[in-house]
T-cell receptor, first 118, second 113 residues
Framework: GAGVSQSPSNKVTEKGKDVELRCDPI?????LYWYRQSLGQGLEFLIY????????KSGLPSDRFSAERTGGSVSTLTIQRTQQEDSAVYLC????????????????FGSGTQLSVL | AQKITQTQPGMFVQEKEAVTLDCTYD???????LFWYKQPSSGEMIFLIY??????QNATEGRYSLNFQKARKSANLVISASQLGDSAMYFC??????????FGPGTSLSVIP
């Protein structure tokens, strides 16, 4: 596709259930980012993948959160035993490989997944 | 620690006037990049402008310009001739030397007719 695709767009779940959020980046983009945005707040960094390198997981808030990226493309963010405080919009972004000319040095964002934990 | 600070939670500007949104950053990296994104009420993240740490000239994109003061570690966004459609949240962000990108808390801009 032409842009970053996230699914589902909305997810309602019960407290204690596990959820999986999917991100399909722009073809050829080696970098993939996950952010969490609570209502009215800024973007909280969660995790960053760059090519085949080990991901930067420094933003994951607890061990209930994990993410993987298969084949350097699609990524899945998994939240286990969801809590009400996990309710937020989860945004995925991708960008072109390092060394790209600065004229296209930017993140392309998906539309996000609105997660509601009841 | 790397951090982005935006000290203005909310700003108001009269239509057709210019407005400056403040952003300061903290990093020990020599090479980094600075971005501004706009997020209207629809939630979409819209790229506005980018400045590399080694770029000698301030970046400009149409009505947007970035006032980059490296020694002060500031990267303020200037919007000229404000329009009603400029009402949105504005986020300053920094790409570190490891290509990790962190965002500031944002500034809510309201354009008054």
């Amino acid at each position: 596709g032409a842009g970053v695709s996230q699914s589902p767009s909305n997810k309602v779940t019960e407290k204690g259930k596990d959820v999986e959020l999917r991100c399909d980046p722009i073809s050829g983009h080696t970098a993939l980012y996950w952010y969490r945005q609570s209502l009215g707040q800024g973007l909280e960094f969660l995790i960053y993948f760059q090519g085949n390198s080990a991901p930067d997981k420094s933003g994951l808030p607890s061990d209930r959160f994990s993410a993987e990226r298969t084949g350097g493309s699609v990524s899945t963010l998994t939240i286990q035993r969801t809590q009400q405080e996990d309710s937020a919009v989860y945004l995925c972004a991708s960008s072109s490989p390092p060394g790209t000319p600065s004229s296209i040095e930017k993140l392309f964002f998906g539309s996000g997944t609105q997660l509601s934990v009841l | 620690a790397q951090k982005i600070t935006q000290t203005q939670p909310g700003m108001f500007v009269q239509e057709k006037e210019a407005v400056t949104l403040d952003c300061t950053y903290d990093t020990s990296d020599q090479s980094y990049g600075l971005f501004w994104y706009k997020q209207p009420s629809s939630g979409e993240m819209i790229f506005l402008i980018y400045q590399g740490s080694y770029d000698e000239q301030n970046a400009t994109e149409g009505r947007y310009s970035l006032n980059f003061q490296k020694a002060r570690k500031s990267a303020n966004l200037v919007i000229s001739a404000s329009q009603l459609g400029d009402s949105a949240m504005y986020f300053c962000a920094m790409k570190t030397s490891y290509d990790k990108v962190i965002f500031g808390p944002g500034t809510s801009l309201s354009v008054i007719p």
